[in-house]
């Protein structure tokens, strides 16, 4: 160090007064600049401690933003033809228009099928009528008209039957009485043509000893011959006509015995059938209660089926709200849309995306601030539901450099009465939602 302070000053000696002044004004700067740099170097190490020292200490989040949308609770119903009316089905009358207010249950439209139905409805009915009536029928049995008649049927039958055996028991007792008359009249005839002819042959053997003898002419004998020839063929005709009428009046007697019994037989046959007739009016037989009581109960049920379709052809709201959109006019034929959007506009929702890194930190319960550029102002609610999926994010923002593919919890946003008044003509209004998080 010494020695080169010796030679600087032996090399200074050598230099003239202007140059060395020059040489002293370049070092001082030289140091001064050296100086300044140190300075300025340990600030900006300082600096850079302290920025180090503020990003390891992180700031606190008071909240969670995320897009959103507006919508009625129970989110818009697309109301549509019931699927029993078929597809293609027309629309005979609409009976609302958009922004009324309809009450669950209430008739919105009316399908054209609505009179086929009737008609339908009203014919299964009168089926159910008819069936009640003959189930009533069964269950009284005949009516007393007519088991009286029947009785009085029975009577007859057994007075014509007793009527026609007593005439026929007469006939029977006549002829028998004729037969036997006759019988006694044809042997009282032969008897006296055998007297006869027995008085004829003596007169004849007396005559033809007389004739033998002379004693008498030829032709008295031939007349006694004569006389005792007739007798014996008289004898005859009448012994024949006893056979004849024996076996006549045997024969009348017979078929007239044979028509009383073929009477008594059909008057009994007569008589039974009748009274069965009468047990089977009077009788109310289990089985045939049971047959009309099924027929009933199909009755009953063909008539619930068309009476659900009938109902089919009239399109209710299922739910109380507001129409937001008609979809199908009166004429048209319902489309995949529907015939109007319906929705409950009384109380609005908030459906927010919230990112899957987010969610953690969201609760029921919690406060939340919805904003939008076409709202005046602020709305607000509480969360009411968070979701159980995750799912890709539907609702981009406007600015295409955060339109990235995120996963996001859909959660749900009550809002309190006054929003929901606001935000009633909203619906499917894209928003931002603000959750406070303390």
């Not at 958009?98 to 249950?105: F, M, N, Q």
């Not at 007798?231 to 044979?258: D, P, V, W, Y």
């Amino acid at each position: 160090m010494v020695r080169d302070l010796i030679a600087n000053h032996s090399i200074l000696s050598k230099v003239k007064p202007r140059q060395l002044v020059l040489l002293g004004i370049t070092t001082s700067l030289l140091a001064v600049g050296v100086l300044v740099s140190q300075v300025f170097n340990t600030h900006v190490v300082q600096l850079g401690k302290e920025k180090q020292t503020q990003q390891v200490v992180p700031s606190e989040i008071k909240t969670v933003t995320a897009l959103g949308r507006l919508e009625p609770r129970g989110e818009v119903i697309k109301l549509s033809a019931p699927t029993a009316s078929g597809q293609g089905s027309r629309l005979e009358k609409l009976l609302v228009e958009e922004g009324d207010t309809v009450k669950a249950g209430q008739v919105i439209a009316v399908l054209d099928s609505s009179d086929t139905l009737k008609a339908a409805y009203d014919k299964a009915s009168e089926a159910v009528q008819v069936s009640r009536a003959n189930l009533a029928k069964v269950k009284a049995g005949a009516k007393v008209g007519e088991i009286d008649a029947q009785k009085a049927e029975i009577a007859r039958v057994q007075a014509q039957s007793l009527g026609e055996e007593r005439a026929q028991l007469e006939t029977l007792a006549r002829l028998e009485a004729q037969w036997e008359g006759d019988k006694a009249a044809q042997r009282a005839t032969i008897k006296r043509l055998e007297a006869e002819l027995n008085n004829a042959k003596s007169e004849f053997r007396r005559y033809e000893q007389l004739y033998k003898e002379g004693a008498i002419s030829q032709s008295n004998f031939d007349s006694k011959r004569l006389g005792a020839d007739t007798l014996t063929q008289q004898l005859s005709e009448a012994r024949a006509n006893f056979e004849r009428t024996n076996s006549t009046g045997n024969r009348q007697i017979q078929e007239a015995k044979a028509v009383l019994s073929r009477i008594q037989a059909t008057s009994s046959k007569q008589v039974t059938s009748a009274e069965a007739t009468l047990n089977k009016i009077a009788e109310v037989r289990p089985v045939d209660v049971a047959a009309a009581s099924s027929e009933l109960r199909q009755a009953i049920a063909a008539q619930k089926e068309a009476k659900a379709n009938f109902e089919q052809a009239f399109v209710k709201a299922p739910s109380s709200g507001v129409i937001f959109r008609v979809n199908t006019r009166s004429g048209e034929t319902v489309s995949n849309d529907g015939i109007v959007e319906l929705g409950e506009v009384n109380q609005m929702m908030a459906i927010a995306e919230v990112y899957q890194s987010n969610i953690s930190k969201i609760r029921p319960g919690q406060t939340v601030r919805v904003t939008s550029n076409s709202l005046n102002g602020e709305l607000f609610g509480k969360v009411e539901l968070v979701g159980w999926q995750v799912r890709r994010q539907n609702i981009i923002n406007s600015d295409p450099s955060d339109n990235i593919d995120s996963r996001v919890v859909e959660v749900r946003v009550k809002l309190d009465e006054p929003s929901s008044q606001k935000a009633a003509k909203l619906t499917n209004l894209q928003v931002k939602a603000i959750f406070e998080l303390f």
